[in-house]
């Protein structure tokens, strides 16, 4: 019942697994070897596509916001607080993406050439990358939605 199959289905599954044999069946299953090297640390560091989820994550921010001004301002609600608070999040923002360019060229000046003048480099992107991030964090959630907050609640009271 749980698993949506009837009871004719469920025995046939169950018939067919009393019948393998060891070992059968096991086609898509990762061998103990191609896990340790899954589990090796990768030499490039961080995939691409993490610092493009930062970027599109930053994005989403952009618009939403840009949206909830929209918004307020329809209601009539004044926004320059709030606009100026965008103003320096878009800022952070910037900086985070230059960072992370920086970062992907650095990464790549290390794939090419893996001397310890660009593992340094390289070291270097990453920190200033990873704090960057944090300050648009830092930022967003402790000045911007607050602030979004209490300025859509003073729509409702």
Known sequence: EK?????????????????????????????????????????????ARLEARATDRFKVIETRISKVVVYLTAKGVPTTELEGAVATLKEKIAVAEMAGASF????????????????????????????????????????VLPLVKTLLQSITE
């Open 3 to 47: 698993t949506g199959k009837t009871e004719a289905e469920c025995q046939a599954m169950m018939a067919s697994w009393a019948n393998r044999k060891p070992g059968e069946g096991r086609e898509n299953r990762v061998s103990a070897e191609q896990r340790g090297q899954v589990m090796m640390k990768k030499d490039d560091n961080r995939p």
């Open 104 to 143: 992907e060229t650095a990464r790549t000046a290390w794939k090419n050439d893996k001397t310890d003048a660009n593992k340094t480099s390289l070291e270097n992107a990453r920190t200033a990358y990873k704090t960057s991030v944090a300050t648009v964090k830092v930022y967003y959630q402790g000045t």
